[in-house]
Structures are given as structure tokens and as C-alpha cells.
């Protein structure tokens, strides 16, 4: 039985108060959709136009009247709270309105009055959010007239309009281009299955990737808002930029800095997030750090004190002073258990009395690492090095693993490369009387057996050579016994991360390891992450088939470029072999919990498998040219050339609307320009 009309027009009364009821409620009115302008939907999806009176446009406009601000309408019929995206803003003068004669509005000077005129908007509707029944969908049907339009003010409500986690990561803030949305009180999370799914960083120099980077390690190591199990958080560093995590964050006004903004989002977050107090270094060493601070007969435990105050004097106390604060270490201890797969390292516990007068206390682990050639097995010691070629690993392959099941060692690298190098110029010295060594004989027999190519065999000795050079292999102490270093076991390291090491930032320091080799620094540094990423991957696997459970590793590697770029300059087989093998890291560490977060500065410096495994992309200022290879909407490309230092914008499946643009706060952690404060320091003397 149909209604009649007096009814009808009950029931929307009702409806409408209803409306303004869950208006009020969730936020603040600023108008209501146009009675003269119709609301539409399509194909293409909807529209809504709706006024703002001057006194809500001057008060608000930043936050109501810029092309991409969020607002939200409560849909009379519905009484769902739904996500608008202003598109298109209309202001007119009051003589324009007036339609008066061209030849009137010539004044002689500006009138007020003319301004007085209300404010015509058109925005997109998002999301449609039903508050009782706490559901969410796309908005699909029109908005009716009258309806009206609010500024939220309640998070819950801004996440649930937004389609925004509740929960995981915390990345920064949203915006309306560079400025926070709704007061800064609109954060940004990402749950942490999606960094399993691993997650890409882009932007230029200076736009603020490592301060992103380091707030979400504060993050995680904070455990602020996630309930999920806590990850091992591994750090590729080539450049000294995370070994500082657990110093304090020291913010300097800038010229341009909107400092009050900048403050305002610390505080929102500052009793939630701090700094880690704690880290861990695995510290890579070669035979020219032991020649250059050991020059007597010793031992591992007084060795390893010695590069760990050395380390620490470097690192730690040469910046603090630079910045007007003392360091002393209150305690230091070497535990020295490398058997049975164990590791040595030392814990220094450190004192900080900054500047301003607050004292902290920090605790550095350091793990000195490096290989031991004869504890290798053939597949592990191949497997380092990236530059061999296939028919070069093929056949190294086969002759490590002859002289294995013969039972013909080598104590170090080095032999090994002066037998296989010297055996290529006497392969015919036997026929000419000249005595060989048995290992040379067996290897010249090899390379004749396997049909080695000249070529194959150049490379290889050519690849042997400059893992010698690296320094980094049989690391020897002037000792009459135990005298050289022993691989620490990655695996116990990862089971003991937060029993023995508290759970703090596993820190690889890769530029200490640059300066410290004579050989090719790409060689070194690519050795040495390849062979910790391996083992962090076996062991999860292995683990995973024993059906033994693992806590969840996130590896963050900084400048991801210099790892896995996108061609090997006359190098090819190197980038397809590093791809390889980290699209089967990737891939199968998705169900293993084992996610890799991959920082550069440009899409065309990285492997394009790179770009399709990263299921999230967060994307920091970047010049134009560079943006079409990542498929950004397009009232995102000019803004993302445009942004402010810290401010991007994040591509990724975890966000209902796939987008959004946010502003991450100044660094929460230690984070210092070595740069500038070398040129501050010298301007001072």
C-alpha cells in the first residue's frame, strides 16, 4: 500500500533531522548540497555541488576550498557518512552574480562587499561509511539535495571515510598537498602484512626518504598501534645513515620551516613513538682493519675490544661532539662464543649528556664479520659473488666440489688462488719436467676434464682475485692459535635477536667495510649483502619446512641501485643473476613473513623486477620524467614534482582509494647531515 503524501513528507522530515543529527556529531557543518544544482551519478561515478557562505569560506578555505581537500556529506535517504574529493572550486564577485554591464565593475578601488558572495564547490563522492552498522562501501548511488556537508573532526570517522588502516606502520600524516588534513589529526598507517608484500621508496636527494625510512623503524621498535608480532628489523646501510638510530633527534628551524606546523605533528605523536635504545651493528672487517690497529701478538677477545672502541670513536663520539654532547662508555663487554655455530661480539654501554643537559643511555652491539674460506661449502663460497658468469659458476661449481670429495683443502682464499692462477700457465709443465704441486695437478686436470673454456677460466680467476682484494676472506690475528675470524652464524643471530639483542635495529654497515677494502667497493658491499639477505632467506625456509615457527624479518636496503640496478653497465648477466635471486627471495618470503623495503632515488636505477614485486610504492619529490613508469593518477604528477621535503604520496593496495598524499614528521631518531655539520663545525673556528 503506497504512502500518503503527508506521510512521505513525515518521513523525510525525519530523515533530514536524522541527517543533521550524525552531522553534528561526527564534525562540523559547512554547507549543504545544492537545491538548484542537481547532484548526478554515472558510469564515471557521482557528482555533488554544494555553497559555502563567506564567513565558512574566509575561516576555512584551506581545509574546504583547495582542489583535492576531503570533506564528507551525510546522505539524507541513507544517513551514510560519505568521503567527498573537492574537484572544483567557483568564486565570483557580486557584480559578476549580478550580471550587471561590463562598464559598472570598473571601481576605483577594491570593494569588500563584492566579495560577499558564497562559494560554489563540486566534489567527487569516495567511500560511503554506515556508523551503526560500522561497514563501508563504495558510494555508488547519488546524494540527494539538502543533504548536509561536513569538515570531520573524529579520526575514527576521517579513517573509515578515507578507507585508511586503523592500525600497522605509521608513515606520517595525510594531506591536501603539502599541509596536513584535518588539523594534522588524520594519520597514516600501513598494515604491517603489507610490507610483506614489500614496499618501494622513491625520491630525489634531499626529499626525505631516510627520515621516512627512520620514522617507521621508531615505529616499529616503539610497537605503537599494531597488535602483530614485532619483526626483526635488518638494515642495509652504505652510507652511515641508520647507525644512529639511538641517538637522540635534534631539529633545526630552517629557513621557509613552518615551525609551528612541524611541532604540532611531534607533539600528536611524540608520547607514542621514540627512538630506539639500542642497536646492533654487524660490523663486515677485513685483514687492513686488523694491520691497522693490531700490531701485536693478541687475542680475539682483546682484538675485537679494540675495533669496538675504535668503531665507537668514529661513529658515535666524533658526531656527538660535533653537536655540543659527551659520550663516555660506562661499560664494555666481549662475549666470544663462536662455536657450535655461535658468534662473537661486544656490548658497549654508552652515557650521552647532551647540550641542553638530558642524559641518555644507549647500548651498541657490534658483530665483527667476515669469511673463512675452508669452512665454506662450494655452492655458498660461488653464491657471494654476483659478477661470475653462468659457465664460470657452472664450472668452479664442479671443481670445488672434485676437490671436496677428494679431500684436497686450502686453508685460505688466497691459496686457493695462487694454485688455480698458476695452474693456467702450466697446465703443460709436467710434459716439460717441472714438478707440481697436487693440487695443481688435479686442477689442470679438471679444467682439461670439464673443457673449461680461456675465457671461462679467465673469469673466474679474475672474480677469485678481487674476493682476495676485498680483504674480507680468513681474517687473521697476529695469535699461535684461533687466530682467524669465524663467519658468525646469521641464523643464531636471527633466533637471538630479542633474547640476546633486545629485538634493537640489526644495523649492516656497509660503508665501513668501503672504507676498509682495497678492492672494488661494488664487489665488496655487494658480497657481503648478498651473503646476509641469503642466509636471512635459508634460514626462514628452513625453518618454515621444519614447521618451526620464526618472528617476521623486515630487510630495509638503503640505495637500492647500487644492489640490483636495472642493468650491469656491459655487465647484463650480473643484473639478471641479482634479479633472479631477489625475485626468489621475494616471492617466497611473501608467505613467510619476510618483507623487503627497497630505498633509490629514480625508477630507471632499479631492476624493473623491482617495480613488480613492490606491491606498495611511496613516492617523494621526483622530476616529471621519471613519474610515467609508475602509473600515478594524474592530479597526483604535478603536485609529486612540486612536494615539500617529506611530503609524498603512497601507492598501495592497503588504502581503499589505491592513493594518498602525506607528510611524514621531522626525524624521530638520530638522524644528521655529516655534511653540514662539518661545514657548521669549520665556519665556528
Known amino acids: 500500500m503506497s504512502k500518503e503524501p503527508i506521510e512521505i513528507y513525515s518521513h523525510i522530515k525525519q530523515l533530514l ?17 545544492s537545491r538548484n544544482a542537481p547532484s548526478s551519478i554515472d558510469k564515471e561515478g557521482g557528482v555533488v555541488i554544494f555553497d559555502v557562505d563567506p564567513e565558512t569560506y574566509f575561516t576555512n578555505y584551506t581545509d574546504i576550498a583547495q582542489s583535492g581537500s576531503y570533506l564528507a556529506v551525510v546522505d539524507v535517504k541513507s544517513g551514510e557518512i560519505v568521503s567527498l574529493r573537492v574537484v572544483e572550486v567557483h568564486r565570483q564577485d557580486m557584480l559578476s552574480e549580478l550580471n550587471l554591464p561590463e562598464f559598472t565593475s570598473s571601481l576605483p578601488r577594491p570593494e569588500a562587499s563584492g566579495l560577499l558572495t558564497r562559494t560554489r564547490i563540486k566534489a567527487k563522492p569516495l567511500l560511503a561509511y554506515n556508523p551503526i552498522k560500522e561497514t563501508i562501501q563504495a558510494a555508488n548511488y547519488v ?35 603539502d599541509r596536513p588534513a584535518f588539523n594534522g589529526y588524520a594519520p597514516l598507517y600501513i598494515p604491517l602484512k603489507a610490507f610483506y608484500q614489500h614496499v618501494l621508496v622513491l625520491g630525489t636527494t634531499g626529499s626525505g626518504k631516510t627520515t621516512l625510512l627512520k620514522n617507521m623503524i621508531a615505529s616499529i621498535c616503539s610497537r605503537y598501534n599494531y597488535k602483530s608480532e614485532q619483526p626483526s628489523i635488518i638494515i642495509m646501510d652504505p652510507n652511515k645513515d641508520y647507525v644512529h638510530l639511538p641517538l637522540r633527534p635534534i631539529w633545526e628551524k630552517t629557513v621557509g620551516m613552518d615551525w609551528e606546523l612541524e611541532s604540532h605533528l611531534i607533539k600528536v605523536i611524540e608520547d607514542k613513538i621514540s627512538k630506539p635504545s639500542g642497536i646492533v651493528i654487524i660490523l663486515p672487517i677485513t685483514q687492513y682493519v686488523i694491520d691497522r690497529l693490531i700490531k701485536e701478538k693478541t687475542t680475539w677477545v682483546k682484538a675485537l675490544r679494540i675495533i669496538a672502541q675504535d ?3 668514529i661513529v658515535y663520539r666524533n658526531i656527538l661532539e660535533r653537536i655540543g654532547a659527551l659520550i663516555e662508555i660506562i661499560d664494555l663487554d666481549v662475549v666470544d662464543q663462536p662455536e657450535k655455530g655461535g658468534f662473537r661480539y661486544v656490548l658497549i654501554r654508552a652515557e650521552i ?46 671443481i670445488l666440489l672434485k676437490l671436496k670429495k677428494e679431500g684436497i683443502t686450502f686453508n685460505t682464499l688466497q691459496e686457493f688462488y695462487n ?30 676434464r670439464l673443457a673449461i673454456h680461456r675465457f671461462t677460466l679467465e673469469n673466474i680467476i679474475r672474480q677469485l682475485g678481487s674476493m682476495v682484494d676485498t680483504g674480507f676472506f680468513d681474517i687473521e690475528i697476529p695469535s699461535d692459535k684461533d687466530k682467524y675470524l669465524i663467519e658468525p652464524s646469521i641464523e643464531a643471530i636471527m633466533e637471538a635477536h630479542f633474547r640476546v639483542f633486545k629485538g634493537y635495529p640489526i644495523v649492516i654497515d656497509l660503508e665501513y667495510l668501503q672504507e676498509n677494502s682495497p678492492g672494488d667497493p661494488r664487489q665488496a658491499i655487494a658480497i657481503s649483502a648478498f651473503r646476509i639477505l641469503n642466509k636471512v632467506f635459508t634460514w626462514k625456509l628452513i625453518k618454515s619446512r621444519m614447521r618451526e615457527d620464526t618472528q617476521p624479518v623486515l630487510i630495509l636496503i638503503d640505495e637500492a641501485h647500487r644492489f640490483f640496478p636495472s642493468y650491469g653497465g656491459g655487465r647484463d648477466e650480473y643484473a639478471e643473476h641479482v634479479s633472479g635471486m631477489i625475485d626468489r627471495i621475494a616471492r617466497l618470503g611473501r608467505a613467510r613473513r619476510l618483507g623487503i623495503i627497497f630505498s633509490t632515488h629514480s625508477p630507471k636505477d632499479v631492476h624493473d623486477i623491482i617495480l613488480q614485486l613492490t606491491n606498495t610504492k611511496i613516492i617523494l619529490r621526483m622530476d616529471k620524467s621519471l613519474i610515467t613508469r609508475l602509473e600515478i593518477p594524474s592530479e597526483y604528477r604535478d603536485f609529486i614534482v612540486k612536494a615539500s621535503d617529506r611530503v609524498g604520496v603512497i601507492k598501495t593496495h592497503a588504502l581503499r582509494l589505491g592513493y594518498t598524499s602525506f607528510r611524514t614528521t621531522l626525524p624521530l631518531t638520530g638522524h644528521y647531515d655529516l655534511s653540514a655539520l662539518e661545514i657548521k663545525r669549520s665556519s665556528s673556528n
Not at 419 to 434: P, T
Open 143 to 177: 546524494i540527494e539535495p539538502q543533504s548536509p556537508i561536513i569538515k570531520p573532526v573524529k579520526i575514527k570517522t576521517i579513517q573509515k571515510i578515507l578507507g585508511l588502516p586503523t592500525e600497522g606502520v605509521f608513515l606520517g600524516f595525510i594531506t591536501i598537498g
Open 311 to 313: 668503531y665507537f670513536n
Open 353 to 398: 649528556k647532551y647540550g641542553d643537559g638530558i642524559i641518555d643511555r644507549i647500548e651498541i652491539y657490534v658483530i665483527p664479520y667476515g669469511f673463512r674460506f675452508n669452512m665454506m661449502n662450494p655452492r655458498d663460497f660461488i653464491e657471494l659473488n654476483p659478477f661470475f658468469t653462468q659457465q664460470a659458476r657452472d664450472a668452479l661449481y664442479r
Open 17 to 33: 533531522r536524522k541527517a543533521e543529527e550524525i552531522a553534528r556529531e561526527h564534525g562540523i557543518i559547512v554547507g549543504r548540497v
Open 419 to 448: 694454485v688455480i692462477q698458476e695452474a693456467r700457465y702450466i697446465r703443460g709443465g709436467k710434459a716439460r719436467g717441472i714438478t707440481l704441486d697436487p693440487r695443481q695437478e688435479t686442477i689442470i686436470e679438471l679444467i682439461h
